[in-house]
């Protein structure tokens, strides 16, 4: 699951230069080795931050960031990543850009995230044909159900039989997907990531949706990365139980 939490912080833009440590943590990665801006050796990325920032005008890092996090979120269901002691991870990544208003945040999120937006409003597409497909097959069902429980001449053996095996083809309610989400509320979140598990978070208020949503529930959101089975209480108060994977 892939953040890009954009907020509106005017007092952050240069709180921390690139010369003042954050803590005093000793690491022995070799951070110096790693590619500087404008030298990445992925032609079509660094093509593609190159142009945003030559069009939006914006901060160098900004388009990097939103690039890596759309990169990130589009292999999610294609690739993972090993990790030097064992085992695998997907390619999460969470995303923090924290700029000034007017500095074309939104912008930048459109530029390297528009084919997410063009997916989702296909997949929104797809799901409204299923639904009403789905409406015409349940009334048909539901009329067939009504004719086998009123045959007449028939034994009850057979009659319940025949209902088996009808209720073995009922119709399946269709679900609605999506591959990113601006601030969802916990159960809209649980029930996405239930039905589509490799997507992407976007938020123009980091603090307020960490604090509201993430945070309020970081327990159960540390089962759902673990591949718990947990319960997902519905805004009408019905309780569902899933898997979730993700």
């Not at 349940?138 to 088996?164: M, N, P, Y």
């Amino acid at each position: 699951m892939t953040h890009l939490l954009q907020p509106s912080v005017p007092w952050a833009e240069g709180y921390l230069s690139e010369n003042q440590p954050m803590s005093n943590f000793q690491h022995h990665f070799p951070f110096e080795r790693l590619p500087k801006a404008g030298n990445f050796p992925l032609p079509l990325f660094q093509a593609a931050v190159r142009e945003c920032i030559n069009d939006r005008k914006v901060p160098i890092k900004m388009p990097y960031y939103a690039a890596a996090a759309a990169c990130c979120a589009a292999a999610q269901s294609l690739v993972d990543v090993g990790k030097p002691a064992g085992g695998t991870v997907g390619t999460n990544l969470y995303t923090l850009v924290s700029a000034a208003s007017g500095e074309r945040k939104t912008d930048v999120r459109r530029d390297f995230f528009a084919a997410f937006d063009q997916i989702n409003a296909e997949l929104k597409r797809q799901f409204d044909q299923a639904m009403v497909d789905y409406l015409e097959q349940v009334h048909i069902w539901q009329r067939v159900d009504k004719a086998l429980t009123s045959v007449k001449g028939q034994s009850a053996e057979c009659v319940r039989a025949r209902i088996a095996e009808h209720y073995q083809h009922k119709p399946v309610h269709p679900c609605p997907l999506k591959v990113s989400i601006k601030e969802p509320d916990y159960a809209p979140l649980m029930r996405a990531l239930t039905d589509f598990p490799c997507m992407t978070i976007i938020s123009g208020d980091c603090a307020g949706y960490l604090r509201s949503t993430i945070l309020r529930y970081d327990t159960v959101f540390c089962d759902v990365w673990s591949e718990e089975k947990i319960e997902i209480r519905a805004l009408a108060w019905t309780t569902t139980t899933a898997s979730i994977l993700g």
